[in-house]
């Protein structure tokens, strides 16, 4: 088994949480220059236009290549949080479970972190406990150069996904019954899954065969 090292997304992507399936830890790029457009702060959930980006501003963001990651800020001049929940409610709301994870999600919200490091790992805390993987966590505590050595058994899976890479075909990730349909829609934020499969979510990830499905 491996630690994967890779950076901190945003409502993380169902491929994001497939690479660590076989990982024993996760370790967090926390010394990284922030890079714009990826999905540091950015997800994508399904509407009923199709997949939608939900994005977090942040502060400076125009010059935020010389900031590292874990100190950027949030912008709370636009009310994102509120658009992020009716997103949310809107595209979820008739499924499975949302109504059952729902308020874990908007605690989080509400509390406006101030760092936009803050704010995606106590949701990806949370995902991990919604899929109920015991993963550890932790951060890097120097930067790793991906050209020099990096410490045993570490995996650099860093910036591997991202909205430039080629969106992945509805074959290339097992498909679930989703709120819009019929075609599938591969790619998506983990909590297309969650709210469709709720306690089996993790099972599912892990290709486990459900007793429904």
Request: proline share 10%.
């Amino acid at each position: 088994m491996s630690i994967v090292l890779s950076e901190l997304h945003y409502l993380p992507s169902i491929p994001y949480f497939r690479q660590l399936l076989a990982a024993e830890a996760l370790l967090l790029d926390a010394h990284e220059h922030y890079p714009k457009q990826t999905y540091r702060n950015r997800a994508l959930v399904l509407t009923a236009q199709g997949p939608q980006p939900l994005t977090v501003p942040v502060r400076d963001g125009a010059s935020a290549t010389k900031v590292r990651t874990s100190d950027i800020e949030i912008d709370y001049r636009q009310n994102w949080p509120h658009r992020h929940l009716r997103t949310l409610q809107t595209a979820y709301g008739s499924s499975p479970y949302f109504g059952y994870y729902a308020d874990y999600f908007e605690d989080i919200y509400r509390q406006k972190p101030g760092r936009l490091w803050d704010l995606n790992l106590a949701l990806l805390q949370l995902l991990l406990r919604c899929l109920r993987w015991p993963l550890p966590l932790d951060a890097t505590a120097t930067y790793l150069d991906p050209a020099g050595p990096l410490p045993p058994r570490v995996l650099d899976r860093r910036d591997v996904l991202t909205p430039r890479t080629a969106a992945p075909d509805s074959t290339s990730q097992r498909p679930y019954p989703q709120v819009f349909g019929p075609a599938f829609v591969p790619g998506l934020s983990v909590v297309d899954l969650l709210f469709m499969q709720g306690p089996r979510a993790g099972q599912f990830l892990a290709g486990r065969q459900l007793a429904n499905s």
